[in-house]
């Protein structure tokens, strides 16, 4: 993967249930969307615009 939106089209597409915060924009200049992963743990997933 290259960046942030190919993995996010790739996660949403086959773990929606797993998503815990979608896809945003932050006004630091990271895009970011957080899952869980099969132990529980919480991924935040970035990068930078």
């Given at each position: 993967m290259r960046d942030v939106n190919e993995l996010v089209s790739t996660v949403f597409s086959g773990l929606s249930p797993l998503?815990?915060?979608?896809?945003q924009d932050e006004e630091w200049g990271v895009r970011r969307f957080f899952v869980r992963d099969p132990n529980g743990r919480v991924v935040n997933v970035l990068g930078h615009r």
């Open positions: 998503v815990v915060h979608p896809l």
